[in-house]
């Protein structure tokens, strides 16, 4: 499965943005879909997970409340709503998929990665 990722931008403090990750060469309902992100000079940061039959998501405690991680099948594509951002939500965005066991929130469980897509929050 081939992923893209895209929706980034410059926003506000309190601002919103959504992210999309679309795939193509097999539905993403085979799979479990996560997002991550990383600061300059930050390790890979997990911040949401879906698991592949929609029922299960997983967020990170600092965008609880914050983030909303849904699906589109018809459009076979993964979005993660941003709310309320904030200037350390400033990152790199990546989408990525797996097929393991559920639930999983360490980026080397994730065999497929889309490219990332910046978002940037100004104070």
């Known amino acids: 499965v081939q992923l893209q990722a895209s929706g980034g931008g410059l926003v506000q403090t309190g601002g919103s943005l959504r992210l999309s990750c679309t795939a193509s060469g097999r539905t993403l309902s085979y799979y479990h879909m996560a997002w991550f992100r990383q600061a300059p000079g930050k390790e890979q940061q997990f911040v949401s997970a879906?698991?592949?039959?929609?029922?299960?998501?997983s967020y990170a405690d600092s965008v609880k409340g914050r983030f909303t991680i849904s699906r589109d099948n018809d459009k076979n594509t993964v979005y993660l709503q941003m709310n309320s951002l904030k200037p350390e939500d400033t990152a790199v965005y990546y989408c990525?998929?797996?097929?393991?066991?559920?639930?999983?929130?360490?980026?080397?469980?994730?065999?497929?990665w889309g490219q990332g897509t910046q978002v940037t929050v100004s104070s």
């Open positions: 879906l698991s592949s039959s929609g029922r299960y998501t």
């Open positions: 990525a998929a797996n097929q393991d066991t559920w639930p999983r929130t360490a980026p080397n469980h994730f065999s497929y």
